[in-house]
């Protein structure tokens, strides 16, 4: 892979996307504050799908929005997309995760979909585009990573038998085994892992 001259690392890139896309987003009177962006997962882990991330000022050190784009994206395209949709958590300091300020913000930015998922409309699609152009190669090698599923574990719970009423057991009162069905006044059944 070549890297850009102007753009040697992930970081800088995308730090230059920002830069035009804050032009972007004051066109629609959108202020979009200082950002540190970087390759990054999110901090829900491999599991959750986040291909993007975007933290409030408060959660910072350096009082600065800290924004992460998912190493999994190869296309230059979806990091730019998922970034457009991380700032517009940054404009909202994360303060609304994807309700109604949000959305606002989003929609008027040509944003589209389900807005936890939101994605550029056919508009932004074509500014997206072209602003590809000037940045150039996303200097990036795709991180392929298998997703493991977490072991299923059978937590221990009772039923009663009768009306299926169903409660979780804390693994310190198994010993004292099955409660009481409190509408039958019957033992419940012992279900999951009681070990």
């Known amino acids: 892979m070549t890297n ?25 009177n959108f202020t979009v504050p200082e950002c ?8 829900t882990g491999l599991r959750s799908g986040h291909i993007g991330q975007c933290w409030s ?16 994206l190869s296309s230059a395209f979806d990091v730019i997309d998922t970034l457009a949709h991380e700032l517009v958590h940054a404009v909202d300091d994360c303060q609304h995760k994807h309700g109604k300020e949000f959305k606002k ?8 979909g389900p807005m936890r998922s939101a994605s550029a409309g056919p508009e932004l699609k074509a500014k997206l585009i072209a602003l590809l152009e000037l ?15 977490a072991p299923r574990v059978d ?15 804390l693994k310190k009162y198994l010993s004292f085994g099955p409660p009481i069905c409190p509408r039958h006044k019957t033992e419940m059944q012992a279900l999951g892992d009681w070990q």
């Open 4 to 28: 850009h001259p102007l753009y040697p690392t992930r970081e800088n890139w995308l730090q230059a996307a920002v830069t035009h896309l804050r032009a972007m987003f004051a066109a629609n």
């Open 36 to 43: 540190q962006v970087s390759c990054g997962f999110a901090s």
């Open 57 to 72: 000022k408060s959660s910072a050190a350096n009082e600065i929005n800290q924004i992460f784009i998912s190493p999994t």
């Open 105 to 112: 913000i989003a929609l008027k930015m040509g944003l589209q």
């Open 135 to 149: 940045l150039g190669p996303y200097p990036h090698g795709q991180l392929k990573v298998a997703m493991q599923k």
């Open 155 to 169: 937590r221990p719970r009772a039923r009663c038998t009768e009306c299926g009423y169903q409660v979780p057991m």
